[in-house]
């Protein structure tokens, strides 16, 4: 179960439905957390992307959700523990978590990513990149607008030369 | 448990592009070039929130790994990503030739559908294994493997034996590293043919199923007992190698041998295992049963759920363990793929584990009537009636033309896992190898996302299960040992 | 006859249809748009999936969106 207070769900005629802030968690974060729990529950998702997009969770009847192999042993199939639906409900809202927290990984450091990968398949596949490198020669890529040719330490430390020059300037 | 305001506090200035998944636990972290950490859920909280102490063993050993950005750090990840893609410029560099369909085995699972002893229409020719071995050549890459596979192909020996002596007169211009490998059941080998294979170098593997009763059952031979002709066999060679490189070479060559689990080999796991260890073998292949060929025909004798293969791995891999704890050293191929990747970041040639895939781009195969496919696997389908994998003709196609062939691409794309929807994200992302052939075969699409992919759910639980135990340092120390061995052998050794 | 509503902001006509080719085999399918959402009736189902052939059809549908 989660331990965030924020989450809040309700239970209706066998149906756990909760709601989702997309300005926190993007759309593409809700369908790869729900994504993961589709063997374990029915999802149905519902709402507006742009403010908030409602989840709603249904219990998988034990026939559709044992396995083949499952079914076809009788034990394994009376061990079955029954879903519980509040149990993934919490499970799915951590996921939502890890999905943000991939997505913000992922964001910050696509820039030095794409960079990392043109630079090291350049030597490794020449026809290919070459082509590549001279289409970004022509947006004039050596001026660097971006940036990711610095490190980030680089970044920081004329970042803060800049300031201090223009502190200066103004003390004059 | 991650929260809110710890994500929202992430150092993007010292967090570099990592994938992670909760694991018995502790944060298991993978990245880009192959590196991985565990974290314990405090540590792992510190690391994204920039908080870990400089001086601590924790931040210097992901700062090492390439997961903590500081001024060298695109710089080395620039070089080892390079290192860990190096092989996507070097051109095919396996070659299977299968000289011959017929066979005299009449094994449960044939994945190359073998055909009937006598039907000598399904052998290759002299004038198409030398085209054969010209376009072999043609290959940009340094490193050429050749190998025979079937059909049994001492059924067609003369081609065998041409391609052999015409590859090595060959090379002494071309000057490649070549390797020429022979995978026969051995069942009608004799002295000059091993002589022969011997002298020319020919590294001779076989298929051995385990114990006696494991390999007859699977491997049915009307004319004899499989498993006695094999390991009469093996003996023999290995006694001739031994003799050949007597105090010249201290790792000499051995017979190699291929195992192909089916339900039998569930049940009779120690059995096969100590076979194995039994008749000298440093290592075996514990991969699961591919759906091509006779295998699909033979379900309910051989066939296995996923979920019952991955049982029957885990119990075979800690028996395995249990002999390296004993002091035994022995271990499995598959295994050692993954750990290569995971210890060492490197790719070996074992191409349906790898991305993007060998198909085209790492190997090539050469049917006996100069048909040539993406791989053996798309050689297998062919025998099925289906032509999707087939590049072109060696009488027809020149090397460029095979290669550059739009399937070649195709299947390039489809096996890689960058940026790939279920693969992006995940953990295992860095060993994860896609199998187009496999996907095309089972879901009649060569692009197929990992949820309800067999195998890939096989493929992530045995990475998984190598995760868990390199957590405990004695396995870790055990691994390390066997991909240090391991690259001292061949393959199948 | 069942039916079941997807919000057109959230899926894709496109994996709506790509799941009933799939299920082609299971039930007559018809599909309309109606406002918001993309609404799916099944028909003559087959007896074996009767009670969960909706929920999986919603389930396949949402496995695409990802």
Known sequence: ?172 | MLDLKTIEKLDSKSVGFFRFKKLNGDYLLTNDIGKYAFLSETDFKKFITGKLNRKEKIYQGLKKNLFIKDKNYQAQLIEKYRDKNRFLKFGPSLHIIVVTLRCNHNCVYCHASAGKTDDKSLDMDMATAKKVVDNIFKTPNDAVAIEFQGGEPLLNWPVVKFIVQYAREKNKLEKKNLQIRFVSNLSVMDEEKMNFLLNNEVNICTSLDGDEETHNYNRVYLDGNSFKQAVNWIKKIDKAYKAKYKGKKKNYYRVGALITVTRKTLANYKQVIDTYIKLGFKTIYLRYLNPFGFALNAKDKIWYTPEEYIDFYKNALDYILEKNYQGRHFYDFMAVTYLIKILFNKDINNLDMRSPCGAGIGQLAYNYNGDVYTCDEGRMISRMGDEMFKLGNINKNNFEQLINNDLCKSICLASCTDGQAGYEDNVYQPYIGICPVYNYSVYNNIFQAPKNNVKYMIDEAIIEYLFIKLKNRKNKDIFTEWVEKSQTREIYR | ?66
């Open chain 1, 1 to 172: 179960m989660t331990d965030n207070k924020s989450f809040r769900f309700k239970i209706k005629d066998n149906l756990l439905e909760f709601k989702i802030n997309t300005k926190i968690y993007s759309l593409s974060a809700v369908y790869q957390a729900a994504y993961l729990f589709l063997d374990k529950v029915y999802i149905l998702l519902d709402g507006d992307p742009q403010k908030e997009v409602v989840v709603i969770m249904k219990e998988k009847s034990s026939f559709a959700s044992a396995s083949a192999k499952a079914m076809a042993d009788k034990k394994a199939s009376e061990d079955k523990e029954p879903v519980d639906l509040e149990k993934i409900a919490g499970e799915f809202y951590n996921e939502l978590l890890n999905q943000l927290l991939r997505e913000k990984v992922s964001q910050t450091n696509a820039k030095i990513r794409e960079y990392i990968v043109s630079q090291a398949l350049y030597n490794a596949v020449p026809n290919e990149v070459d082509e590549l490198l001279k289409e970004v020669e022509e947006e004039d890529w050596q001026e660097d607008p971006l940036g990711i040719a610095k490190t980030w330490e680089e970044q920081n430390l004329e970042g803060k030369k800049s300031k201090k020059g223009k502190m200066s300037k103004k003390g004059k």
């Open chain 3, 1 to 66: 006859m069942q039916s079941i509503k997807f919000n057109k902001k959230i899926y894709t006509l496109e994996a709506v249809e790509k799941a009933i080719e799939e299920f082609k085999n299971l039930a007559d399918f018809s599909l309309k748009e109606a406002g918001n959402y993309i609404e799916v009736k099944m028909d003559k189902t087959d007896k074996e999936v009767k009670n969960i052939l909706s929920d999986e059809f919603a389930n396949y549908v949402l496995g695409l969106m990802s």
